[in-house]
Each structure stands twice: as structure tokens, then as C-alpha cells.
């Protein structure tokens, strides 16, 4: 576990904020969703296609946290597998109530969700819109892996406790994902490969 | 072996992978150099912030959260319950603690079902508890989203339409359609900034109205004239949106520092907009 946070970007700053949330501190856990709730959002939307049933289920992720939170044991890099992993076997449950009720989506509209304010710096929409639709086009396993190391942020060992893979296959799988995502947008910048990010 | 240098591409990118994520400089060999690129701008584009109405909402449920009070998941079966007290638990839930997994729960849900009427109460203290124009903006956007997925899950249940259901919703879906159009002239006339606001109730009523005259054509009967005139009332909602940002460029914007909010942004090459309701519902429908 302290490999996990080793690597991780800041997550070993949140080790106290967890135990606090174990010890029934819900300013704690209010804490922790504003540390994790936007990665989590991240990966939600790209698991589950419209951003207002992410948005319903970030809400339960964290209520499905602070219901089991007392069966946790690790430090917050731990947790923050351990969240996504709900977050994981929720956007699962949805995708399967969604195919029992045969709705018919309402075009694309919510496929490429609002920037944040930082992002839109850095990228036009046009380029997060390609971006996000070849993300959307992965194979599932390459999308999920990649999704929560890129929109999640976790570790290769992370996700390997998330999905309950190996370590090795998520490494594989990251990799095959960043080929194919290479590959797909590979065409629209023809010249340099890709645009170059803003500073 | 092709395998081991596979594999020790792999171990590099992964270390790679973690500088990204980390937002540290990397060092990065030539070949690897492609596919590092292409993760920085997947971080950058799927990168995303928590809208501040559902931060507040869920930091709400979680301060009131009891886990103990409630059942692991909850099962929609019973539909034969008093709306009044479905709405009495609504308020509960988010003013009085408890039952927060039944707001969650709720958020899927369709007109007819047990759950909806939380849905509705949950909005409306949403709305409540967003003083600004601009919020109460998005939160009608929305929620006229909502109730056209809903329309459409309605036409589309397998069981048989109920089409004063469908009507009804239809006509809820006309009433935020035009709240949205008169929260935004409200921000606008408050000095709010509203671009980004505007362009999205452009885009997403464009998309409406394409879902609306597809709806025209498969509901049934009854429902069609609610139908049209949600279109009518979308189009004008457009029209509003847009005219009252084109217009008043001089008056509303306060001393620019930043200055006032500029029109619709030029074209930006978006795939379609919305057809008129009169073209696309005289001419492709009956």
C-alpha cells in the first residue's frame, strides 16, 4: 500500500482525512469528496454514457462509502481504489437497469461534458470532443483501465486492487489503450502528430 | 524476445504514466514519446469539475446520511403509494436527515413510479437553495433534460403508453424549457456572465427539438399537440436566449475589465442545428 502512494499525486496527505472519516467524522468524508469527487466524475462519465447519471452516481458512491466505510482498512491510497471500485460496480449496475428499460438516449448531447475552467485552457472543444469520442471507442477493459489512470488518476497497483486484475495486465491493457488512442486521433493531426497542449 | 522488450516498454510507460498523472516533467524516450503525448491530452480533455449544484447537493446528503436506517438497496415495487407522503420523505430526506439512499435512488426515476415524486421535491429545494439566476438557469436546463429522457423512456417502457403520462411530462418539459429562457434573461439583466450558459442552452435545445419532432411522430394522439407546442415553446426559448445576448452589448455589461459576455461565439463548425419546429413538423410529420 505505500507503493500505491508513493506514486501517487498527493494522496498520502488525505491517510488522515480517512481515518477521521473511519472514526464517523462525516466533515471528513465532505473532505474526502472534495479531494476524490472530480477524478471520480471523470471516470464516471466515461464509464456511463450522459454526465447527469454520473452525477447521481458520484452521489451514491460516496453514500455507498460512508455506509461500508467501517469494513475499510488501508490508507487513502487504499480507499481511493477502493472508492473507484465502487464507483466501478455502480456505473455496472446502471448499465444493466438502463438495458432492462430499453430508453432511448437523447443524442449525444451530454457525451463530452462541460470543461472545467482549468481544462479549457488548455484544450479546445473540438479537440476534447475528439478526444473524449475516441476514449468512448476503446474496447471496455482498455477504457476502464485507462479512464482511472488518466481521469481517476490512480496508479497501475491501484487499478490492479480496483478491477482485481494483476498488475501486469493493467500495465498491457493501459498500454494497448494509449496505442489504439494514438492511432485514433492520429489522422486528424496530420503534420505533428497531435496539438500541443497550452501552457 | 519481442515479449521482454514489450514488457519493459510497458514497466517504462507505466512510470511515465505516473509523471502525467502526477503533472511532473518526464523524461521520454523517442519511442515511447507518441503515446505519452497522446495520454497528457486524454488527462487534459477527460479532465472535469464537479458542478457546484451537485457538490452542495451531495455534501447535503452526506452530512444527513444514516446508514443504519436504511435498507441496502431499494426496490421500486410497490407503486401504489400516496404521492403526498413520497413528497413528505423528499423533504425529510433533505431538510429532517435519513433516507438518503432513497434521494440517489430516486434520480432514475420515470413518471408513474414510486420514487419519481422524490425526484420532483429534490428539485425543487435544488431550485430553492440556488438564489442565482444563472444556477436556476442550468438546473431548469436540466431539468428539462430530464423530462424529455423521460417522455422518451415513457414512449419507449414495453408495457403499454399511458398517454396523459406522457402529456403530462411533456407539459412539465414546456415549463422548464421556459424557465430556463427567463432565468437567463434574468442573469443577463443582473450583469451575470452568461456565454457559456447561453451557448449551452443554444446547443442543448438544438438537440431538443430534434428528439422532440422524432417524439411527434411515435406518441400517441393525445399527445401530439403537447408535443408541438413544446417545440414552439423550445424554439422560443431559443430565440429569447439568443436575442437577449446579441442585443444588449453596450447597456448590460458592467465597466469591462473582462468585459461583458460577447454574443453567440462564431460558428464553430457544430454539427446540426435545431430544425424549426414548422420545418421539420409540417413538412416530415402529420
Redesign the interface.
Same mark, same amino acid.
Given at each position: 500500500l505505500s507503493r500505491h502512494a508513493s506514486?501517487?499525486?498527493g494522496i498520502a496527505e488525505l491517510d488522515g482525512v480517512v481515518v477521521r472519516a473511519q472514526a464517523g467524522d462525516?466533515l471528513a468524508?465532505?473532505e474526502l469528496?472534495?479531494a476524490l469527487?472530480?477524478p471520480l466524475?471523470?471516470y464516471l462519465?466515461?464509464q456511463v454514457r450522459r454526465a447527469? #447519471?454520473a452525477? #447521481?452516481l458520484?452521489?451514491?458512491v460516496? +453514500?455507498d462509502a460512508?455506509?461500508d466505510i467501517g469494513r475499510f482498512q488501508g490508507d487513502a491510497s487504499g480507499f481511493r481504489a477502493w472508492l473507484f471500485r465502487i464507483a466501478h460496480n455502480r456505473a455496472i449496475d =446502471?448499465a444493466r437497469?438502463l438495458s432492462r428499460? &430499453?430508453?432511448?438516449p +437523447?443524442?449525444d448531447?451530454?457525451a463530452v461534458?462541460?470543461?472545467? #475552467?482549468?481544462?479549457e485552457l488548455?484544450?479546445d472543444?473540438?479537440?476534447?470532443e475528439r =478526444?473524449?469520442k475516441?476514449?468512448r471507442r476503446l474496447p471496455p477493459a482498455q477504457r476502464e483501465v485507462?479512464?482511472l489512470? +488518466? &481521469?481517476g488518476?490512480?496508479?497501475?497497483p491501484e487499478i490492479a486492487t480496483a478491477l482485481s486484475k494483476r498488475v501486469?495486465a493493467v500495465? &498491457?491493457l493501459?498500454?494497448r489503450a494509449?496505442?489504439n488512442? &494514438?492511432k485514433a +486521433?492520429q489522422p486528424a493531426y496530420p503534420g505533428k502528430?497531435?496539438?500541443r =497542449?497550452n501552457e | 524476445m519481442v515479449n521482454i522488450r514489450?514488457?519493459a516498454?510497458?514497466?517504462v510507460?507505466?512510470e511515465m504514466?505516473?509523471g502525467?498523472?502526477?503533472?511532473r516533467p518526464v523524461d521520454v524516450p523517442d519511442r515511447l514519446s507518441?503515446?505519452v503525448?497522446?495520454?497528457?491530452?486524454?488527462?487534459?480533455?477527460?479532465?472535469?469539475?464537479?458542478?457546484e449544484s451537485?457538490?452542495r447537493?451531495?455534501?447535503t446528503?452526506? %452530512?444527513l446520511?444514516e446508514?443504519e436506517d %436504511?435498507p441496502r438497496t431499494l426496490r421500486v415495487t410497490q407503486r401504489r403509494r400516496v404521492r403526498g407522503l413520497a413528497i413528505a420523505m423528499a423533504l425529510f430526506l433533505v431538510l429532517g436527515g435519513g433516507g438518503?439512499?432513497t434521494a440517489?435512488?430516486s434520480?432514475?426515476a420515470v413518471p408513474g413510479e414510486l420514487l419519481y415524486p422524490v425526484k420532483r421535491a429534490i428539485e425543487a429545494i435544488d431550485l430553492v437553495v440556488h438564489p442565482s439566476a444563472s444556477s436556476r438557469g442550468r438546473l431548469h436546463l436540466?431539468f428539462a433534460?430530464?423530462r424529455?429522457?423521460e417522455v %422518451?423512456?415513457l414512449?419507449?417502457?414495453?408495457g403499454s403508453h399511458d398517454p396523459d403520462l406522457i402529456e403530462a411530462t411533456v407539459v412539465s418539459y414546456q415549463v422548464e424549457v421556459t424557465a430556463t429562457g427567463v432565468s437567463v434573461g434574468e442573469a443577463e439583466q443582473q450583469g451575470l456572465p452568461v456565454r457559456?450558459l447561453v451557448e449551452?442552452v443554444r446547443?442543448?435545445i438544438a %438537440?431538443h427539438l430534434?428528439?422532440l419532432s422524432d417524439l411527434a411522430t411515435r406518441v400517441p394522439p393525445k399527445a401530439q399537440d403537447a408535443i408541438r407546442r413544446a417545440m414552439q415553446r423550445a424554439s422560443n426559448a431559443q430565440e429569447k436566449v439568443q436575442h437577449g445576448t446579441t442585443k444588449p452589448q453596450g447597456g448590460s455589461g458592467p465597466q469591462g475589465s473582462s468585459g461583458p459576455e460577447k454574443s453567440t461565439p462564431p460558428g464553430?463548425?457544430h454539427k446540426s442545428e435545431a430544425p424549426t419546429p414548422r420545418g421539420q413538423g409540417q413538412g416530415g410529420g402529420h
Open positions: 506514486t501517487s499525486n462525516r468524508v465532505g469528496y472534495q469527487s472530480a466524475l471523470s462519465i466515461s447527469e #447519471d452525477e #447521481d458520484l452521489g451514491q460516496f +453514500l460512508i455506509r =446502471l437497469r428499460r &430499453a430508453e432511448v +437523447l443524442a448531447a451530454e461534458p462541460e470543461e472545467s #475552467d482549468a481544462e488548455a484544450l472543444r473540438a479537440e476534447r =478526444l473524449w475516441a476514449v485507462i479512464a489512470r +488518466l &481521469a488518476g490512480l496508479s497501475s501486469g500495465k &498491457a493501459q498500454h494509449l496505442e488512442l &494514438a +486521433l502528430q497531435h496539438p =497542449l | 514489450k514488457r516498454d510497458r514497466a510507460l507505466d504514466l505516473d502525467v498523472v502526477a503533472g507518441s503515446l503525448e497522446t495520454a497528457e491530452l486524454a488527462r487534459a480533455a477527460l479532465a472535469v469539475s464537479v458542478d451537485t457538490a447537493r451531495h455534501q446528503l452526506i %452530512q446520511f446508514p %436504511q438518503a439512499a440517489a435512488a434520480a432514475g436540466s433534460d430530464r424529455l429522457r %422518451q423512456a414512449v419507449s417502457s414495453r457559456g449551452r446547443l442543448r %438537440q430534434v428528439v464553430r463548425g
